[in-house]
Structures are given as structure tokens and as C-alpha cells.
């Protein structure tokens, strides 16, 4: 595996779900595969996207049900019928889903049917050759897949209730339940095992397409697991519980500039003394496992692996917490001789320690940057201009985490937390004279020339402000329980004109890719 900073480079930030199309949610069908022919026409050789699992509480692909497993939403209906797992008059009579967002709720109700029928007519009349592909692809999950299948049956007859508040003996997993679990529930879990074959089909022809057109996708690691979730419910071990299954402690970020009661994740922490005695193999298998998607990794709130927030799960803020150690530098050495060099991008934003960058250089990591935060008045500002950049870095326009460019800039800052009218005002100073822009710019492309003509070995830009969209495109607001996430955009809005900008500015800062990868 070949580390990210091999050459200059520029991609796009969009996830799946973001793409148009007709049946309600972005997923891995034609236009996947016309989004990836626009970054190679554009000079992009990377496409970034989120986290690509099974979503739980809020939607969020950073609260997922399995660290292993799909999202079955993003298996495309129109690829089943030409398949031959559906048929088209399965799809007629389709609600007529929003455009410009995602209506989860229906979009459920829609597409999970559609994943039974196809699995009735699998199981009705599939070829030899067809039963030996899933049942090859079986075999080399069986590692995660059996647990995660029949977790996610379970959910389902539970009404989603967490797997804490199921019968103990199914909860705990006695073995006699579980046995009996999954011969009465036998042909569901072989359904979810289908689905999730069908996922990694249509993943990966998706990704041989985009590796023949020179684009490599980087993929995206959360440090920590939802506790309602496959991964904890199989390996309670692994994880601070209590005899019932419920955290001890969970996870999150204390007080800082940005907010005063610091930041409340709720997901359990590891028991890394009880990994570090395995050799790390769970953390080895989930990092082979996304390297079997994706060409690159950004491996998110990376300073956790070095010291993370420990707080008292009882505790309803991050105020009373305090800093444990991580496993440090030994963990990617273990990653690293297990798999070979690591192609990691270290999300290091925050508060970042001399020891978290000590462990980033030691291993060659790339870190990020966010030209977002370069004018205002957090200290670190001056970190995040494109002057004091280095070559290992990942230089953004913004993050999905983070307003889009138009909109920051057309905030008033009435009503936020952290900025006022007057530094707004002192920000869009400071941005004017350093960009160099007059007073009505066109922000969002002075943005994009900024990261691209920099010295830093790669730069990403999110979608939304390639098309200069203002906040309402805007795909997560950190800390809002709900409605983010479902910011889609329109196929019309790929011009070739908004392609020919970002060649030019490809072309000029040598930034155009290979003009074909090879799939491993």
C-alpha cells in the first residue's frame, strides 16, 4: 500500500448519499459512476468520502451498527434489475423523493423491500455460479458478517431497541440462545448476509471503474464504535462495560475555545490493555477490512490513540473527565507489520500535543488543514494559511463538519456561539487582504485556488463549494442530534464549465493524476 504523499494531488469531498438520482438517496448505480468520470475529466485524481457503514442513531456514518458492514441504502436499485435480482416493475410506483435532500424515513420504506425481493428471487433461482460467489464472499467475512447479520435481525425483532435492553440471555450471548436465534431467524440473517454481498459487488466494481479512470477513493475511520452496535454487542471484552453491557465510560472531547461544556460522544472506550494482548487483531481486521474498499484512509480524532477524554458515562456533560493514554506509537507499529506501509491521513485538528504529532511524523502520517480556520481568532489561525503549510498535508477548503465556504463567508455571526458580528467582520478583513480578493469575490473559487496552488501535497475540496452552495447545502452541524446528513445535490449542477475551472486550476498547480490505477 502506497502512502498518500507519493505526488501531487487534488480530489473531492462527496459522499454517496449525496449523489442524485431517482429512488430517494445517492447510491452506488450510474450516477456513481458519472460522478467519477466528472473527477477524472476535471484533473481530480481522489474521491473523498465518509465513512461508508451501516447507519444508526441520527444517520450519522459516524454512528454505525457495524465497523465491517455496508450501508444497505447505498446498494442501487437500478443495478439489481440489471442483475436480474429485481425486476423494473419492482421499481414502478416509487414515491417522488425530494431532490435536494435526503428523506431517510422514506427512503426506508422504500429500499428495504426492494433488498427482500431481490434476496426471494436469489434464493428462488440463483445460478450455481451466483451461489458460489456469495457463498465465497460468506467464507471470507464469517469473521464479522454471522455476527453483524444476525445482530441486525435481532434489532429488527426487537422494534431497535439497543441490544442492552434485550433479553439477558440474548444480550449476553449464551450460547444455547444464540443457537436457537439463528436457526428460527435463518433465512432474515441469510437475507442481511445477501444484502451485504450485493454492497460489496456493486462497491467494488464502482472502485475498479474509478481506479481505470486514474481516481483513488480515501475512505474514512472513526476512532471509536457506536455502543449500539454489532462490534460491541460480539466483543463486550474489548470495550469499558458494566455486567449488563452498558459503558462504564464513554468518549469525547473536553472544554475548550469552541465550547464550554466540551463535547459528549457516548461512545464506549476500549479496554486497550486487553487489544494490546491480542496483538491488536480486532483493530488489524478492521484495518484490512476498509483497505479492501479504499485506497486511503483519514483516520478521524487521531489524538486518541494517543490520550483520549475518559468520562464517567453517568456524567451529562464532558466537564468531569480527565486524559488517559493511549497505546501510542506500538499500535501502528502492530498495524504496520501486520499490513505493511499505511496509507493514513491523520485528522489532527483541535487542540493537538507534541507527543500526537510525534506519533503522525514518526510514521510518515499526513496531517490536515482547513484554509476555513486560517482568519479567525483561535491562535492556531496562522497554522491553517497556505504559507506556513507543509508537503505531507491534506489541505481543505472545508470539511463535512464545517459550514461550506459560501455560507461561512455570507454569516453575519448573529446568534452563534463562538462568533460575533465584529469577528466575523475582522475575518473577512483579514481573508480579503490575504486572498488578495476584491469586496464582492467569488469566495469559494479563491478558496479552491488558495489549497490547490499550495505547496501541500494534496488538496480536497467539498463538493458544495465547487458549486459555490451556501449553507443550506451545508452536511453536518456538529452537536445537532438531527436533519443533518441529507444534503443531496442535482445532476445539472455538474456543468462542463465547472469541470474546465477545476482542470485549469489542476493543470496549472500539477496537481492531474495517473492516468490509470491498479486495483488491489
Known sequence: MARLKSRRTSGILLHPTSLPGAYGIGDLGQEAYRFANFLAGAGQGLWQVLPLGHTGYGDS???????????????????????????????????????????FEAVFRFRLPLLEHAHDRFAAGASARARRGFEAFCKAQRSWLEDYALF????????????????????????????????????????????????????????????????????????????????VWAHPELFHLDKDGTPTHIAGVPPDYFSATGQRWGNPLYRWAVLRRTG???????????????????????????????????????????????PGAAFFRAIEKALGELPIVAENLGVITPEVEAIRERFGFPGMAILQFAFGTDPQGPSFRPHNYSRNLVAYTGTHDNDTTQGWWMSAGAGESTRSVSDVEQERNLCRLYLGLGREPEIHWAFIRAVLG???????????????????????????????????????????????????????????????????
Open 454 to 520: 499550495s505547496v501541500a501535497d494534496t488538496a480536497l475540496i467539498p463538493l458544495q463549494d465547487v458549486l459555490g452552495l451556501g449553507s443550506e447545502a451545508r452536511m453536518n452541524v456538529p452537536g445537532k442530534p438531527s436533519g443533518n446528513w441529507r444534503w443531496r445535490f442535482r445532476a445539472e449542477a455538474l456543468t462542463p464549465e465547472v469541470q474546465g475551472r477545476l482542470l485549469e486550476l489542476s493543470r496549472l498547480y500539477d496537481r492531474q493524476p495517473e492516468a490509470k490505477l491498479r486495483t488491489r
Open 61 to 103: 456514518p459516524y454512528q454505525c451498527f457495524s465497523a465491517f458492514a455496508g450501508n444497505p441504502l447505498l446498494v442501487s436499485p437500478e443495478l439489481l434489475v440489471h442483475e436480474g435480482w429485481l425486476s423494473r416493475s419492482d421499481l414502478e410506483g416509487a414515491p417522488s423523493f425530494p431532490a435536494s435532500y435526503v428523506d
Open 280 to 326: 491488536y487483531r480486532w483493530w488489524i481486521g478492521r484495518f484490512r477490512a476498509v483497505f479492501s474498499l479504499v485506497d486511503v484512509v483519514r483516520v478521524d480524532h487521531f489524538r486518541g490513540f494517543e490520550a483520549y477524554w475518559e468520562i464517567p458515562a453517568a456524567e451529562p456533560t464532558a466537564v468531569k473527565g480527565r486524559w488517559v493514554k493511549g
Open 152 to 231: 441486525s435481525v435481532l434489532k429488527d425483532e426487537h422494534a431497535g431497541a439497543p441490544w442492552t435492553d434485550w433479553e439477558a440471555d440474548l444480550a449476553l450471548r449464551r450460547p444455547a440462545s444464540l443457537a436457537r436465534a439463528r436457526k428460527r431467524l435463518a433465512r432474515s440473517v441469510e437475507r442481511v448476509k445477501f444484502t451485504q454481498y450485493l454492497f460489496f459487488e456493486q462497491w467494488g466494481a464502482l472502485r475498479r471503474h474509478c481506479h481505470d479512470q486514474g481516481v483513488r477513493i480515501m475512505g474514512d475511520l472513526p476512532i471509536f464504535v457506536a455502543h449500539d452496535s454489532a462490534d
